[in-house]
C-alpha cells in the first residue's frame, strides 16, 4: 500500500485495527460447515477458528496478532529514518553513504528496479541523482532541504538474511517505488566475510528524496508506524514472525534514547562531565531538591500525559479481553488470561527522572543500613582536605605520580 494511502495511527490504540475502526465485537458465525468467528465492523474479516486471523487480507496486523505477540515477547520489528534536518546535502555525503552501506564495495546494492549495481555504477548513479537535484559536490553552508533520506530496517538475531533481503524488497517495492521514489538497498549481517557485523541481519536504504514527479519524501512518526507494521506483516510470509506495537503498549512509560543521546550520555558519564543544556540542568536540580527534602517531583506534562495514554490502554485491553471470552473459543480464551496477566503486572507509569530519583534514594539507603552516609563523608573528605598543607598536597601529588609510573 504506497504511504499516500496510509492511516493515522494512535498510539494509545491498543488492539485496534487502524483503519479508523474500534476493535469490533466477535461474533460465532458458521463458515463452509465449521464454526469461526469475524469482526462485525465495516469490512468485515473471517478469521477460522483453528488458524484465528491466519487468512486476513488486510495490510497490518490483527488485534489477536498484537495481543499475541506482546503475550509471548515477540521481537518487535524495526524502522529508523534519519533526522531531516541531518539528511544527506550534498553529493559527497551521498557517495560516502552509498559507500557505506556497500562496505567499500564488498556488498552488491540493488536499486528500484532490481539491478545490482558495480562500485562504477554506484558513483554513476549518485551523480545523476546530484544532478537532477542540483545538488552541489560539498556543503556550502546555505540552509536546504535533503537531498536523499537514509532508512533502516532491522530483524531478530537469527533471522534468515535472504528472507529479510526478500521482505524488505517488497515492503520497499510497495511503500517507495510505487510512489516513484529511486532508492538503493543492501543489507549487513554477520557471515564469515564479514565477522564484525551485528548478530541482527538489517537492511539499509539510501532513498533520493524527490520522486520523478518532484514529490518530496516526508515520513511522519504515523508513516515509520505504519512501516514497522507492514513489514512484520509482510515478514511473517518469509518465516520471521514479529510484532509491532508501541512502547507505551509494551508497558514501557520512557521514551527511547536515541543513538545520538546514549553517545553523549556516555562521553559524560566517562569524563565526569556535568550536563550543560539548561533543561538537564534544571531536572538534576530538581532530583537534588527531592533527595534533601524527601519529597516527590513536581508531576510534569509528560507525565501526565503517560498516565493518560496507560490509562486508554487498560481501557482498550479490558474491552477485547471481554470480546475474547465472550467468543467461547479455548484459544481466545487462554489469550484473554494472557492479556489480562500482562497488563496487570505492567510496571507503574514512571519518567526517567523518578527512576533515577527512586534509584538513588534505594542506594542511600543500603548506605545508611551498612553505617556509610554519602554526604557526610564528602563533608568529611573536603574538610580534610582544607586542614591539608600545601606541602603535604605535593607530597601526596608526587606520590600518585609515581604510584603511576
Known amino acids: 500500500m504506497p504511504l499516500s494511502t496510509r492511516t493515522n495511527i494512535k498510539i494509545e490504540d491498543l488492539l485496534k485495527w487502524h483503519k479508523g475502526r474500534g476493535s469490533s465485537k466477535i461474533h460465532h458465525t458458521e463458515q463452509n460447515g465449521g464454526s469461526g468467528y469475524h469482526y462485525s465492523s465495516a469490512g468485515s474479516k473471517l478469521f477460522p477458528t483453528a488458524s484465528y486471523g491466519s487468512h486476513r487480507t488486510s495490510s497490518e496486523l490483527s488485534p489477536r ?15 529508523k ?41 554506484l558513483e554513476s548513479r549518485i551523480s545523476d541523482w546530484c544532478k537532477s537535484q542540483n545538488t552541489p559536490y560539498d556543503e556550502d553552508g546555505r540552509k536546504r532541504s535533503a537531498d536523499a533520506r ?58 533520493k528524496a524527490l520522486n520523478s514527479k518532484g514529490k518530496r519524501l516526508n515520513l511522519r512518526k504515523q508513516d515509520l508506524r505504519y512501516l514497522r507494521e507492514r ?11 514479529m510484532n509491532a506495537t508501541t512502547r507505551a503498549q509494551r508497558g514501557h512509560t520512557q ?12 562521553r559524560e558519564w566517562n569524563k565526569h562531565i556535568s550536563p550543560s543544556h539548561p533543561y538537564d540542568l534544571e531536572r538534576m536540580k530538581q532530583i537534588d531538591d527531592a533527595l534533601t527534602s524527601g519529597k516527590d517531583l513536581p508531576e510534569s506534562a509528560a507525565k501526565q500525559k503517560a498516565v ?14 471481554k470480546e475474547l471470552r465472550a467468543s467461547g473459543n479455548a484459544q481466545n480464551i487462554k489469550l484473554a488470561a494472557d492479556l489480562e496477566r500482562y497488563i496487570n503486572n505492567m510496571p507503574p507509569v514512571e519518567t526517567s527522572q523518578e527512576e533515577l530519583l527512586r534509584k538513588l534514594r534505594e542506594f542511600n539507603k543500603k548506605q545508611k543500613e551498612k553505617g556509610y552516609d554519602i554526604k557526610e563523608k564528602i563533608r568529611q573528605r573536603k574538610s580534610h582536605q582544607s586542614k591539608q598543607s600545601q606541602a603535604q598536597k605535593w607530597a601526596i601529588h608526587r606520590k600518585k605520580q609515581n604510584q603511576e609510573r
Do not use: W
Not at 65 to 79: F, Q, R
Open 231 to 241: 513489514f512484520a506483516v509482510i515478514a511473517k510470509k518469509y518465516g520471521i514472525d
Open 308 to 321: 493518560k495514554t496507560r490509562d486508554n490502554i487498560i481501557k482498550n485491553a479490558a474491552l477485547y479481553i
Open 65 to 79: 496478532d498484537k495481543a499475541s505477540g506482546i503475550v509471548n515477547h515477540l521481537p518487535e520489528s524495526m524502522v
Open 150 to 207: 537514509r532508512l533502516i530496517i532491522s530483524c531478530p538475531k537469527g533471522s534468515d538474511p535472504a528472507a529479510v533481503r526478500a521482505a524488505v524488497k517488497e515492503l520497499a517495492q510497495e511503500c517507495l517505488a510505487s510512489e516513484d521514489f529511486s532508492y538503493l538497498f543492501g543489507i549487513h549481517y554477520k557471515s564469515d566475510e564479514m565477522p564484525n557485523e551485528p548478530d541482527h541481519p538489517h537492511v539499509h536504504l539510501l532513498i
Open 81 to 121: 529514518i534519519d533526522k531531516a534536518s541531518k539528511g544527506i546535502k550534498c553529493q559527497k555525503h551521498m557517495m560516502a553513504a552509498a559507500d557505506y552501506i556497500s562496505r567499500h564495495g564488498k556488498i552488491e546494492l540493488e536499486d528500484e528496479n532490481g539491478n545490482l549495481l558495480t562500485h562504477d555504477e
Open 255 to 266: 521514551k527511547s534514547k536515541t543513538q545520538e543521546r546514549i553517545h553523549q550520555e556516555e
